[in-house]
């Protein structure tokens, strides 16, 4: 189940530093999918710490059993030995960075700090106690300044700048999990999440309108509406639709055609190549899985 994953492809970038003679930072890496891939299974990373950031979209993460749901903006740690992975989520479409850090020694250093600045860093690190928060604007920029350093093989100071990046990347971390983790949501935007929520069915709501129930303009209202919740509003409002298209799929086994019409969609073409985009699958393999399981009631009570 240990696994550290360095296989870089057209929509994934991973830099493996252990080749560079890194021993703290491992692992970089950065996928940017335009449609969801197949869920993360579970896995561990030993004695590693690593840090997410969800860049842009949601992201259902499960951790030691439990779910947590991130959205754009959002920070994930999963600590030493913590078995985690997306569930039955596939993992969406949108950017995330994650990075892997082994948990160095007690008379270790660690990215050439001082000892005690070293060991206090990564102390402050494993005693967070709220692993999801939301992140500074900054975090973004440190990583991608990681990668360009990287890149720049020709430069004699390239791994002081990369172990310097590090360094500012992790201390605000550790600043904005003291801050504390949910940023909030105001009022006019929290009114139109309650309209989407609340009109799901039906012909999906013109941009312009929601940013007249907002009381701003168009382009304020989209840089507003993706500040507070991590994705713009187009693609909020297409996942939920697709939310709501599993739940009619797999409980009111509804027919894909009909869920389609009723959410909005133009054609039973459009609705499965957006259900696809986000799920990985069609609307008809989903539900079939789904229809494939076995009943509850049917199932044997299992055995120690």
């Known amino acids: 189940m240990l696994n550290i994953l360095v296989d870089p492809s057209n929509d994934r970038k991973i830099v493996d530093f252990r080749k560079l003679g890194f021993r703290d930072v491992l692992v970089l890496g950065r996928y940017n999918y335009a449609y969801a891939h197949k869920p993360l299974k579970k896995h561990s990373h030993g004695n590693m710490l690593e840090i997410c950031l969800l860049d842009e979209g949601t992201q259902p993460y499960v951790v030691e059993g439990r779910e947590y749901g991130l959205k754009g903006g959002d920070v994930m740690l999963t600590f030493p030995n913590e078995v985690h992975g997306s569930g039955d989520n596939p ?67 390239r791994h002081a700048e990369m172990k310097n990046w590090m360094v500012r990347f992790l201390l605000d971390v550790l600043a904005d999990a003291k801050r504390l983790s949910e940023s909030r949501i ?69 027919p894909v055609t009909d869920t389609g019409l009723d959410l909005g969609f133009s054609s039973s073409q459009y609705f499965a190549t957006v259900f696809k985009r986000y799920m990985g699958q069609t609307p008809t393999q989903f539900q079939r899985h789904v229809l494939s399981r076995p009943h509850p009631q049917k199932m044997n009570k299992p055995g120690r």
Do not use: C
């Open 186 to 254: 105001s009022y006019s935007i929290k009114r139109v999440l309650d309209h989407i929520h609340q009109n799901l069915h039906g012909e999906f709501p013109s941009l312009e309108e929601l940013a007249a129930m907002a009381n701003l303009s168009l382009p304020r209202f989209k840089a507003r509406f993706k500040q507070e919740t991590g994705i713009s509003p187009g693609n909020y409002i297409m996942t939920k639709k697709i939310e709501e298209a599993r739940t009619l799929l797999s409980t009111a086994r509804k």
């Open 91 to 157: 993992e969406n479409r949108g950017r995330l960075y994650w990075m892997l850090i082994r948990v160095p020694g007690r008379k270790e250093r660690f990215l050439n700090l001082a000892p005690v600045e070293g060991q206090s860093l990564v102390r402050g690190l494993l005693a967070i106690k709220s692993r999801h928060f939301k992140g500074h604007r900054m975090l973004k920029y440190y990583l991608e300044r990681i990668f360009q350093a990287y890149d720049s093989d020709h430069s004699p100071l």
